[in-house]
């Protein structure tokens, strides 16, 4: 993620790359070549000249590097999740507030074109369905799956519940290490709104989907594809109510007969081609520089980890192995 971010900032008009640093030097050396950038050999030396940062390190170091760059006021983009525990996330919220510096978090799929464009629908979600499977890629094995993939579907359906998580039930296997691999988590918000979400990064294909069925329409994302449907029932209804009764009364016996498009209305999503790392870069850089708060910030970093952390507490050690 280190070398995608470098390449960004890199290209983004109005950002100037004072420098990268990786504590493996033959790393950031190749990075520095390829993208015509300027290296530094320790990260002190980098933030003397920074005023704002990106962090794409091992999660288990997010805390102790944000420590030294949100002493210095520096603004962070944190690659998720915020940090490897909830203890972790609470000091980086603490931090930024206390040095009235800016966090935003790496949750990339808020700024995928099917995510925003669903985003502007305004819908309500009573129920959702996330399936997220890969094949293993070794980059994130310091964590479980929850952590590492799942994450990032718990973000987006704590912004689109706009509630609070009050039951939790969750499933999850073990099969490479000590950590799950595989989860399958229901969560139950105060709103009445539930979500099923399912990782897995021991799959033998790619799919990531989204489902949400609300009270007027049904929306279905494809994460990969960056690609969305919208069905609503809009001015509808009583077409759809005479087909139900007609139905009853025997008067239609193939459903083949029925033409659907009169029943409901089908669009797809209004999808842009901006990548989404250029987009999150773009938000942060607009945060930073208006004093506004971030697309994603530690406040959501933090309660995605919560819920991620609960979710992991569920299913137990019982299950594991």
Do not use: W
Request: with cysteine.
């Amino acid at each position: 993620m280190g070398r995608l971010h470098a390449r960004v900032c890199g290209q983004t008009p109005g950002v100037q790359v004072v420098g990268l640093y990786d504590i493996a030097p033959d790393a950031a050396a190749a990075v520095a070549e390829e993208f015509a950038l300027p290296v530094k050999s320790t990260l002190e030396e980098l933030l003397a000249g920074a005023d704002a940062v990106v962090i794409a390190v091992p999660t288990q170091h997010h805390l102790p590097i944000a420590e030294q760059c949100l002493g210095r006021r520096i603004a962070c983009l944190i690659e998720k999740p915020l940090a490897k525990d909830i203890a972790g996330a609470k000091s980086i919220v603490e931090l930024a507030r206390k040095n009235h510096a800016t966090v935003q978090v790496g949750h990339i799929e808020r700024f995928n074109p099917a995510i925003r464009a669903m985003s502007r629908l305004q819908i309500r979600p009573r129920f959702l369905e996330v399936t997220r499977i890969s094949p293993m890629t070794f980059r994130s094995i310091d964590v479980g799956v929850v952590l590492d993939m799942m994450i990032h579907d718990i973000d987006i359906v704590l912004n689109l519940a706009e509630s609070t998580v009050s039951k939790i039930d969750a499933i999850g296997v073990s099969v490479i290490g000590e950590v799950e691999d595989i989860c399958n988590a229901r969560l139950t918000f105060a709103n009445g709104c539930v979500a099923n979400l399912t990782a897995s990064r021991l799959a033998m294909r790619t799919d990531r989907r989204m489902r949400v069925f609300c009270t007027d329409a049904y929306v279905s994302i494809d994460y990969q594809k960056r690609h969305g449907t919208v069905i609503r029932r809009g001015g509808n209804i009583e077409a759809i109510r005479r087909a139900v009764a007609q139905i009853r009364a025997g008067e239609v016996e193939d459903l083949s007969q029925l033409n659907y498009k009169d029943l409901v209305h089908i669009e797809e999503l209004q999808i842009d081609d901006v990548e989404p790392l250029r987009a999150q870069l773009d938000a942060f850089v607009d945060a930073v520089k208006n004093g506004s708060r971030p697309v994603v910030s530690a406040e959501d970093g933090l309660h995605a980890v919560e819920v991620a952390q609960r979710i992991v507490k569920t299913i137990g050690p019982a299950t594991l192995g």
